[in-house]
C-alpha cells in the first residue's frame, strides 16, 4: 500500500483491503522523517490490518532530516511516544536551510 498517498486514500485502501481480507504491508519510498513517522503512527493504528514488519527505513538514508533529535529507532523497530504528536521536534533552523519557497 502506497504510503505517499493521502491518509483518506490510504484509509479507503486499507477499508477495502480489509472487507476482501487482504492483509497490507507498509513501505515507503524516499520519504523524509516526517513521512516516515506518519506511516509509523498509521500503520500501528491498524496494526490488526497490517501484520507484516513495514518497510520504512529509506530515512536511513538520507544526509539530514528536520528534525531536532533522531526517530526512535531500537533493534529495527520505530518505537512511537504515546499521545496525539508525531514525538518529534522540527529543528527551525533546518527548516530555513531547506526551504524552497524563497
Known amino acids: 500500500m502506497p504510503t ?3 491518509r483518506c486514500a490510504r484509509r479507503w485502501g486499507l477499508h477495502l483491503a480489509e ?12 520519504v523524509t522523517g516526517i ?3 506518519a506511516s509509523a503512527h498509521f500503520a ?3 496494526a490488526r490490518s497490517i501484520p507484516y514488519p513495514a518497510d520504512l527505513g529509506n530515512y536511513l ?8 533529535g533522531p526517530i526512535d529507532l531500537r533493534q ?15 529543528d527551525e ?8 519557497d524563497k
Open 35 to 37: 513521512g516516515t513517522l
Open 4 to 6: 505517499s498517498s493521502g
Open 76 to 90: 529495527g523497530r520505530i518505537h512511537l511516544p504515546p499521545g496525539p504528536d508525531r514525538g518529534v521536534r522540527i
Open 61 to 68: 538514508r538520507q544526509e539530514d532530516d528536520l528534525f531536532e
Open 44 to 46: 500501528a493504528a491498524h
Open 19 to 30: 472487507a476482501y481480507s487482504v492483509p497490507c504491508w507498509i513501505g515507503s519510498q524516499g
Open 93 to 100: 533552523r533546518k527548516l530555513a536551510k531547506y526551504r524552497v
